[in-house]
């Protein structure tokens, strides 16, 4: 099933550039970290479940590239920008050669079913 998203057409033309602006350069560094590493994962300071990733990931042995914006109480309408480009809407976000694989749950059951292995030796660099 698709996820919902607001057709193009629903959006009125006068605010369609404001959208596609908004704190659009957080989300173009996120692109350009997935394009450039295998594994990505952004979190932000205080939150465990950006840690707990990292260190699902360390303990699997994967190298990593980590990118955090703010705490609880800072740079939160950055990273919402990030929830709206990708629907997802909590940190940490994983990305595995350009493909969003969820948070540090979604993670933990990659690494416990081996698919996360998989994805990384098989799948080729992202373009």
């Known amino acids: 099933m698709p996820r919902a998203v607001l057709a193009e057409t629903q959006i ?21 970290a997935v394009a450039a590493h295998p594994v990505v994962v952004v979190g932000m300071g205080i939150n465990p479940f950006p840690k707990k990733a990292k260190r699902l990931l360390e303990e699997a042995g994967v190298p990593y590239h980590y990118i955090a914006y703010g705490s609880y109480f800072s740079k939160w309408r950055e990273r919402n920008a990030l929830k709206m480009w990708t629907g997802w809407p909590t940190l940490p976000m994983v990305f595995v050669r350009g493909t969003l694989i969820g948070g ?4 933990q059951k990659l690494i416990a079913s081996a698919e996360l292995a998989r994805l990384v ?5 992202p373009s």
């Open 104 to 107: 540090a749950e979604d993670l």
């Open 12 to 32: 009125h033309p006068a605010v369609r550039d404001k959208i596609a602006r908004h704190h659009s350069a957080i989300v173009h560094e996120v692109q350009s």
């Open 121 to 125: 030796a098989d799948s080729p660099e």
